[in-house]
């Protein structure tokens, strides 16, 4: 009586718990593998004389230049001005975001000493500086259902 009483719960448990269980891991799929954008953080500084509005003018014609190459159709460019922030040296930051890794890999490939890119690059001289930057990998958090 006892081992049909346990077959019985354990047949109970699993009509009320294993359905839930599954629909959740059915409603949260795993990400695709290349769907986090990719983040280039720039540490800038900014040369004598050369105004936030210049700067911001110039970046606008960067990110046009950008925009050429192949793979960066959906490239974003950011300029971080601290207001409250411990930046040492450095005057600002440039985020550049790129939709994927293969959006990056392909910008970062198709970037040639004769692209706009390039060319926007070699005319700005001492405007700024931005010696040190990072690539980071941005995951996205949505709240728990």
Not at 93 to 107: N, W
Request: charged residues 20%.
């Amino acid at each position: 009586m006892r081992f049909a009483l346990r077959c019985l719960l354990a047949v109970v448990m699993l009509v009320v718990v294993a359905p839930p269980a599954y629909m959740a891991a059915q409603a949260a799929p795993a990400a695709p593998a290349d769907s986090n954008e990719i983040v280039h953080l720039y540490h800038c500084s900014l040369g004598e004389g050369v105004t936030e509005v210049m700067l911001e003018t110039a970046v606008q014609d960067w990110l046009k230049a950008l925009r050429t190459l192949d793979g960066s159709e959906g490239i974003r460019i950011k300029i971080l001005w601290p207001v409250a922030a411990t930046m040492g040296d450095k005057d600002f930051m440039t985020v550049v975001t790129y939709p994927s890794f293969t959006a990056f890999g392909r910008s970062w490939a198709a970037y040639k000493d004769d692209t706009a890119a390039a060319k926007w690059e070699a005319l700005q001289g001492e405007k700024w500086s931005c010696p040190d930057s990072a690539l980071w990998e941005e995951v996205k958090i949505e709240p728990s259902k």
